[in-house]
C-alpha cells in the first residue's frame, strides 16, 4: 500500500476538505477522486488548462518546487490569480507536504 | 427540466457533459452508457506514462465512483448501444433493453484504422486506443524485442519513444515523406526525425507497408518492396469517427456525426460531442477533430444547448505530444500556404513556429516553449495582427507580443 498524506483544501465559501493523497499524486488528482468542489481539472493534469489553480498557505510556499515556465505561463492566463497561486496538478504530494493547506478561487474559468 | 438524458459513449467527452449538465442545472436522470469494462479514462497517458508504466490505471481515470454517484449519473459499463428509435425516442442495447430519452447526447468517440494487407490478423499485430489495447500490448513490449511500428503519426512516435526508453529495437514505416505530416510543418517533422533517430529509433520514410508474415505470429513485416524482422507490430494509422449508430437513425453523417455550433445533430433531441463530430470549426471549415480539447469544449456546448442555454462552439482547437523530453503543442490549425515564422533555434531544443495568416496568428506549434504556445493561443482567439519579426526577434519577450 502506498503511503498516504493529508491536504486541506478550503472553499471560498469556508467549506473545509481535510482528503488523504497518495503518495507521488498530484494534489489536483486528490481533490478530483474526493471530489472536492472547484478543482475542475478540465486537462485531467497535462498543465494544459489552468483550472485546478489553488492559493498555497504561505507556511507552506518555501516546501514547494518552483514552477515550471509552464506553469508560470498557464497562471499568467488564470483567473483570480495571486502571488500565492499555483496548478494543483503540479503539485506532488510528499511527506514534506503533509497537512499542507490550499485554498480554492471563487472560479476557476 | 426533468426529462431524461441518455449519453452513449463513457469517454472525456461524456464525463465532461455529466458534470457541465449538472453545473448548467439540469436536475434530472443521466444515464451514461459505455462499451468498455471502465468508467471515463485519460486516453492521452495511454501511449506514454501509461506504457511506460509510470502512471497506475486507477489515475488514468477521469472521475471517482463517487463523482457519478453524487451527480446521479448511473453508469452501464460494458454496454453498447445498437440502435435508436427516434420515433419512439428510445436506445436499444447490447443487453437487449431499450432505455427511453428525453434527450439524447452521443459522445461515441473513434475507432482506429485497421490495416487491410495480407498478414494483418496476425497475432503480435497491436493497436493503441483503449486501456485493453495497451495491457495486451505490455506483455510483448519488452527489453530486447524488435517492434515495427506503421505510421510515424502521434501515437505511432509516442510509441517509438516510449520503445527505445524502455530498450527495444525501434523501426518506424512511414508512408509519406515525413513524420507527422498531418499534424505539424515541416521544420517540426525535420526536428523530430532527428530526435528519434539519436534516440536509435531506425525511421523509413516513403515505405508503405505491404504486409505481414509469420507462423502463428507476426514475424516479419514487408514494407517498401523488402522483409524485416520484427517480434512485434504496433499499428498506429488513424482514426475513424464512430457515427455508425447515428448513420442507421438517418442522422447526417459525414465521416462523424454532424453537428451545428450548438452540438445539435439534424434531430433536435440528439446531441453529439467529440470525436465523433463533423462540426463547424472557428474559422467556419467542416472538420473533425480528434483530441482532448474538442471532447471538453464541445461537451460543454452541448450541456448549455440541452439545459437551453445554447452558445456558438468556437474554441480554439489545442492539441499536445510528449516524446522523450520533448513537450510538443500545437493551437489553431494550420494551412499549407500560411505563412511560417520561427521564434528560437531547434538545435537549443526550445522552439517555436507561428503560422501567420493575413498578418493574423493562425497556429502555432511549440516545442518546449509554453510560453510561445500559451502566447500564440491567445492571439490567435483575439484574432491579433504581429508582426513577423516581432515574432522571431528573440531580445522581444514572448509576453510582449500580448502587450496593447
Not at chain 1, 471560498?12 to 498530484?26: K, L, Q
Not at chain 2, 460494458?78 to 434527450?103: F, H, M, N, Q, W
Not at chain 2, 522483409?227 to 512485434?232: I, K, N, Q, V
Request: net charge neutral; proline share 5%; charged share 25%.
Amino acid at each position: 500500500m502506498k503511503r498516504a498524506f493529508k491536504a486541506t483544501f478550503i472553499e471560498d465559501n469556508g467549506v473545509s476538505h481535510t482528503i488523504d493523497v497518495p503518495e507521488g499524486w498530484s494534489l489536483m488528482e486528490g481533490a478530483v477522486k474526493h471530489l472536492v468542489p472547484g478543482i475542475d481539472a478540465d486537462c485531467g493534469g497535462a498543465c494544459a488548462c489552468a483550472t485546478c489553480q489553488v492559493y498555497v498557505d504561505p507556511a507552506w510556499a518555501g516546501k514547494l518546487p518552483v514552477k515550471t515556465d509552464m506553469e508560470e505561463t498557464m497562471l499568467d492566463f488564470a483567473p483570480l490569480v495571486k502571488p500565492n497561486s499555483r496548478l494543483s496538478c503540479q503539485l506532488r504530494m510528499s511527506e514534506a507536504l503533509d497537512g499542507i493547506v490550499l485554498r480554492i478561487p471563487k472560479e476557476q474559468h | 427540466m426533468s426529462e431524461n438524458i441518455v449519453i452513449i459513449g463513457a469517454g472525456q467527452a461524456g464525463a465532461q457533459a455529466v458534470q457541465s449538465l449538472r453545473a448548467e442545472g439540469f436536475t434530472g436522470p443521466i444515464t451514461m452508457v459505455g462499451d468498455e469494462a471502465y468508467p471515463p479514462y485519460q486516453r492521452p497517458p495511454l501511449s506514454k506514462a501509461y506504457l511506460l508504466g509510470q502512471l497506475e490505471r486507477p489515475r488514468l481515470f477521469l472521475k471517482s465512483d463517487a463523482f457519478y454517484a453524487e451527480a446521479g449519473c448511473e453508469l452501464l459499463l460494458d454496454t453498447s448501444a445498437r440502435a435508436i428509435d427516434r420515433a419512439a425516442r428510445t436506445v436499444e442495447l447490447s443487453d437487449g433493453r431499450k432505455l427511453p430519452y428525453g434527450k439524447l447526447l452521443l459522445t461515441t468517440g473513434g475507432r482506429v484504422r485497421k490495416l487491410r494487407c495480407p498478414g494483418a490478423d496476425l497475432p503480435g499485430i497491436f493497436y493503441l486506443k483503449t486501456i485493453a489495447d495497451v495491457d495486451a500490448l505490455q506483455a510483448a513490449f519488452q527489453p530486447g524485442k524488435r517492434i515495427a511500428i506503421v505510421g510515424a503519426g502521434y501515437i505511432g512516435l509516442e510509441v517509438a519513444a516510449v520503445g527505445a526508453k524502455r530498450g527495444l529495437h525501434v523501426t518506424v514505416f512511414e508512408a509519406m515523406d515525413r513524420v507527422m505530416a498531418r499534424a505539424v510543418s515541416p521544420a517540426l517533422s525535420a526536428f523530430f526525425a532527428a530526435e528519434h533517430a539519436r534516440a536509435g529509433v531506425t525511421l523509413k520514410l516513403n515505405t508503405g507497408v505491404e504486409g505481414f508474415e509469420g507462423d502463428g505470429k507476426v514475424e516479419r513485416i514487408i514494407a517498401g518492396g523488402r522483409a524485416y524482422d520484427a517480434d512485434l507490430v504496433l499499428v498506429g494509422v488513424g482514426v475513424l469517427g464512430n457515427d455508425d449508430l447515428a448513420r442507421a437513425a438517418g442522422l447526417a453523417c459525414s465521416d462523424g456525426i454532424v453537428v451545428d455550433r450548438n452540438a445539435t445533430t439534424s434531430d433536435p433531441a440528439i446531441y453529439a460531442a467529440g470525436d465523433c463530430t463533423r462540426h463547424y470549426g472557428r474559422e467556419g471549415i467542416e472538420l473533425r477533430l480528434e483530441c482532448v480539447q474538442n471532447a471538453i469544449d464541445q461537451a460543454k456546448h452541448a450541456a448549455m444547448a440541452m439545459c437551453g442555454k445554447p452558445k456558438d462552439y468556437a474554441e480554439v482547437p489545442w492539441f499536445w505530444s510528449d516524446q522523450y523530453d520533448l513537450k510538443l503543442q500545437i493551437a489553431g490549425l494550420a494551412r499549407p500556404t500560411d505563412t511560417l515564422v520561427a521564434r528560437g533555434d531547434p538545435a537549443s531544443r526550445k522552439f517555436s513556429v507561428f503560422h501567420l495568416r493575413d498578418g493574423k496568428v493562425a497556429a502555432v506549434e511549440a516545442v518546449n516553449a509554453g510560453q510561445d504556445y500559451m502566447i500564440g493561443r491567445k492571439l490567435i482567439a483575439e484574432g491579433r495582427a504581429v508582426e513577423a519579426a516581432r515574432i522571431a526577434d528573440l531580445s522581444i519577450p514572448v509576453k510582449n507580443l500580448i502587450a496593447p
